[in-house]
């Protein structure tokens, strides 16, 4: 669940949600509590040697939310805004993603507070580094394996791994995903995400009585989950993409926009804005725009109590994280609209994690084919467990995703038992 404003805290705002689907599943006394409790946490404060010459030291984090269903996984994210509670909110959402997609993983998340901006590639490598040696006391394939998030990118995983490795006296690609192939990373780990969620709005399309060819498309935000999603709706189901927006605005054109041609125009520009045969639109005019499919893929809080009731989409889908506020979606269950949650949307990311550690576990690395096919029956049949909740408890799909994550892990809770 997204954090409604940048005073709010995110883990209140993650214990909440928990607190309302134990509510509705009559969750009560030490599992609720257990629910509510991230298991570990690391805080390192670490110098690292700067450019002039002088040592700064930094903060880092790293939580394991919660590992019944096997190891943790999550990102680690470089921001100078980054606190102990949004990393706890962020380990508990890794959770719930994971279980919805019935991945064999509890959820983490780490960060480390900087401004990797105003830092060089030489700070950078020193201080991820020095992190990965810090945390390396609770990380590994079988207990935690870190991935990239804001501002960190796969050469931080390929210094992480390395760093890893170096400590152990061996190569060990399994302790990080989203690594450069050359290092043990998977085939089609880089348009997992977008693909997820294209096959999850084509399952959601046949629900909601929408003809994926010929339907209209808009996307917010045509970076990697936008661009890669809103592409193979169109090259791969026929849908006409008709907006697309990025942090400079966006553009529109009724009888459809080539997603390759945008994509180039985008390299060449560094915007989708200015696409020859299109009219400028604002992102608020590209969230109201009369389309059947809206993928919010940037930012966070954009669909809110304001502007819900003026979406005119059937289907919105979910590719970025938090991307419509609890008051939003209200009013989008009530207008009929079908909401594909993020814990769901987006989860073809980790799926593919789950495959690229899979592959560095086994050393047998798949083909790409196989990687799709694999990915497509994950999300179906994660749709359809999600879509199924929802049906029978005549709830919106993102209470649907979050109850049936949340009896995943209340199960293996209760069968595993209390140690001791
Ligand atoms: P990205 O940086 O590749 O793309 C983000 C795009 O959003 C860029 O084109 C950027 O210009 C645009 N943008 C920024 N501000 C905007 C604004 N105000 N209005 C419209 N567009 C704006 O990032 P990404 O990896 O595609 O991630 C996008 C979202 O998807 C994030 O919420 C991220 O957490 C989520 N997500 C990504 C992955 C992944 O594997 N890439 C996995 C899970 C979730």
């Known amino acids: 669940m997204p954090k409604t404003e940048s005073s709010v805290n995110p883990f209140e705002t993650a214990k909440q949600q928990i607190d309302i689907v134990a509510d509705l599943i009559g969750l009560n006394g030490g599992i609720r509590q257990v629910l509510k409790h991230p298991k570990r946490e690391l805080t390192v404060n670490f110098p690292v040697r700067m450019d002039d010459g002088e040592y700064r030291v930094f903060t880092g984090h790293r939580v394991q939310y919660n590992m019944v269903r096997g190891p943790t996984k999550g990102g680690i994210r470089y921001h100078p805004q980054v606190t102990l509670d949004e990393v706890r909110a962020l380990a508990a959402w890794m959770t719930w993603k994971c279980a919805v997609v019935n991945i064999p993983y509890g959820g983490a998340k780490g960060g480390i507070v900087c401004d990797p901006k105003k830092m060089s590639r030489d700070e950078l490598e020193r201080m991820t580094r020095r992190y990965a040696s810090e945390i390396s006391l609770i990380i590994g394939p079988e207990i935690d394996i870190p991935a990239p998030d804001v501002y960190t990118d796969s050469q931080t995983m390929a210094w992480i791994m390395d760093t890893y490795s170096m400590q152990r006296g061996f190569s060990v690609p399994g302790v990080v995903t989203g690594k450069p192939i050359s290092l043990g990373g998977s085939e089609g780990r880089g348009e997992a995400t977008g693909r997820g969620c294209a096959y999850v709005t084509r399952e959601a399309a046949k629900d909601v009585g929408v003809r994926v060819k010929g339907a209209t498309v808009a996307v917010q935000g045509f970076g990697n989950a936008g661009s890669i999603a809103s592409t193979l709706l169109h090259d791969e189901q026929g849908a006409t993409i008709v907006a697309a927006s990025d942090s400079r605005g966006g553009v529109f054109k009724s009888d459809g926009i080539n997603p390759h041609a945008l994509e180039e125009h985008k390299k060449k520009t560094g915007s989708v804005v200015g696409f020859p045969g299109t009219k400028q639109i604002s992102n608020e005019e590209l969230l109201e725009s009369n389309v059947d499919i809206l993928i919010p893929a940037a930012l966070e809080n954009q669909i809110t109590g304001k502007n819900a009731n003026k979406i005119s989409a059937k289907i919105v889908a979910e590719a970025a994280n938090g991307p419509t506020l609890p008051e939003a979606d209200k009013v989008l269950f009530e207008k009929k609209v079908t909401v594909l949650p993020d814990i769901l949307a987006n989860a073809g990311g980790v799926t593919v994690s789950y495959f690229e550690w899979a592959q560095d576990i086994q050393g047998y690395f798949w083909a790409l084919s196989e990687v799709r096919q694999r990915l497509e029956q994950v999300m179906v049949r994660s749709y359809q467990d ?30 595993r038992g209390f140690y001791p």
């Open 386 to 415: 999600v879509h199924k909740v929802a049906v029978e408890r005549k709830v919106h799909n993102r209470t649907a995703a979050y109850v049936l994550a949340i009896q995943r892990v209340v199960e293996a809770t209760k069968t």
